[in-house]
């Protein structure tokens, strides 16, 4: 079955950086392109951009062009979202989510709370 | 980008009762290829967004039919007849006919 294996929870301090994997299993990676999603505290979904898992070109939504890099290891089935230069509006869970054009989000990793707090 | 307007905001409910959550957006959702990619989620305290509707009207694998989707165009609509305490949470509409994907900000279903 289609499983979104994402990184424990990660606690930083403003200015530092994080990086959250998400592993893909139960499905051929490289047919569907990876998502993420922001949810800030209390707050709704926010979709951030996606990467082509076939061939790693990156697309950004506007509020995540900067600071935020994804990035993948094809060879482990394996999405990555870097955040540099942490400031305290990123805390929030980081989702990720394969994309068919047929269901849009079927499945969804299970979220990785980022804390950012001096 | 398309703005997703999604009421109620809170939506009280008696068990076994039924509810309509509506979905509207500042553009036509109808993609070139003829699909409207229009979806619903519904989201568990403490849990990450699940499928409930593709495209409008198509119930996803394992979702009872206490579910239903309607809409065209610019007007979507879910619906939830003799709720159960599992449907409690925040149900959100997603588009992904335009770039930037973008969502409604999400309707919370409680019980009355």
């Known amino acids: 079955q289609i499983q979104l294996v994402q990184s424990g929870p990660e606690l930083k301090k403003p200015g530092e950086s994080v990086k959250i994997s998400c592993k893909a299993s139960?499905?051929?990676?490289?047919?569907?392109?990876m998502h993420w999603v922001k949810q800030a505290p209390g707050k709704g979904l926010k979709w951030m951009g996606w990467?082509?898992?076939?061939?790693?070109?990156?697309t950004y939504a506007d509020d995540f062009k900067g600071r935020f890099v994804f990035s993948l290891e094809a060879s482990a089935s394996t999405a990555n979202l870097q955040i540099s230069n942490l400031k305290n509006e990123d805390t929030a869970t980081y989702f990720c989510a394969p994309y068919n054009s047929g269901y849009g989000f079927a499945y969804w990793g299970q979220g990785t709370l980022v804390t950012v707090s001096s | 980008d398309v703005l997703m307007t999604q009421t109620p905001v809170s939506l009280p409910v008696s068990l076994g009762g039924q509810v309509s959550i509506s979905c509207r957006s500042s553009q036509s959702l109808v993609h070139s290829d003829g699909n409207t990619y229009l979806h619903w989620y519904l989201q568990k305290p403490g849990q990450s967004p699940q499928l409930l509707i593709y495209r409008v009207s198509n119930r996803f694998s394992g979702v009872p039919d206490r579910f239903s989707g309607s809409g065209s165009g610019t007007d979507f609509t879910l619906k939830i007849s003799r709720v159960e305490p599992e449907d409690l949470g925040v149900y959100y509409c997603l588009q992904s006919t335009h770039f930037p994907l973008t969502f409604g900000s999400g309707t919370k279903l409680e019980i009355k």
């Open positions: 990467i082509n898992t076939y061939t790693g070109k990156p």
């Open positions: 139960g499905y051929t990676f490289t047919d569907y392109a």
